[in-house]
């Protein structure tokens, strides 16, 4: 079956614009998790839905950031007046359900300019 | 704050021989530790996990080690290929806490 897929790839944006960053969890899978990689960094979390329900926010690091799981499957991670800080690669990943292994999309590049 | 740390940027192996990556963690509290691959331009891929109740667990051609007197994590990969450069990191877990917590990662070339 397909794995997690994200898009668009790549994105730039003009410093000040704001971005919307799609994630397509693997079907069935009850828990999404966003990570932000910055290059030469490991993945570090942002945001954790189990379903449609938003568990966790505590590592978006501003309220510039907002995601939303609606309907407890694809989810949109928002990021408003973009700055050159934000670029980064942003990582979703999908489990069944707690204590099960985490499956990794291939991340949206972010460039802001 | 407490994180996960690797004590080696880089490493390289010449092929058929065994790689040791290392890891060590600080926080006594996680009790799930994960091996993650990570190819360029692309998401992490999972290699093998842990749990603190365990020391040792092998999967194909690789084992990792968890020595939770030191807090230290070790992923083995044996008789190394080609496809195995990539960079790999240790991440944990806190019970109650369902994010993970990286390290910064270990590049590991294979010499042909």
């Known amino acids: 079956g397909a794995g997690v897929s994200q898009s668009p790839r790549y994105k730039v944006a003009k410093r000040g614009q704001d971005v919307a960053l799609r994630c397509d969890p693997i079907?069935?899978?009850?828990?999404l998790f966003w990570y932000q990689q910055a290059l030469g960094q490991g993945p570090e979390f942002l945001t954790y839905?189990?379903?449609?329900?938003?568990?966790?926010k505590s590592g978006l690091p501003s309220d510039r950031f907002f995601a939303e799981r609606p309907e407890g499957s694809v989810s949109t991670l928002k990021i408003q007046r973009t700055q050159q800080e934000d670029s980064a690669v942003y990582l979703c990943?999908?489990?069944?359900?707690?204590?099960?292994?985490?499956?990794f999309g291939p991340g949206t590049r972010l460039t802001v300019l | 704050g407490e994180s996960v740390g690797l004590h080696l940027p880089t490493l390289s192996v010449q092929e058929g021989d065994n790689s040791i990556i290392n890891c060590a963690y600080s926080?006594?509290?996680?009790?799930?530790f994960i091996w993650y691959k990570q190819e360029s331009g692309k998401g992490p891929q999972f290699i093998i996990d842990?749990?603190?109740?365990?020391d040792k667990r092998q999967g194909q051609r690789v084992t990792v080690l968890l020595n939770k007197t030191v807090k230290h994590l070790s992923l083995q990969i044996a008789a190394t290929q080609p496809g195995d450069s990539a960079v790999y990191f240790c991440a944990e877990k806190m019970g109650g806490n369902e994010k993970l917590t990286f390290g910064t990662g270990t590049r590991l070339t294979i010499i042909p």
């Open positions: 990943a999908s489990r069944v359900d707690r204590d099960t292994e985490q499956f």
């Open positions: 926080n006594s509290a996680s009790d799930y």
């Open positions: 079907s069935g899978h009850v828990s």
């Open positions: 839905f189990q379903n449609e329900a938003q568990l966790d």
């Open positions: 842990i749990r603190s109740n365990m």
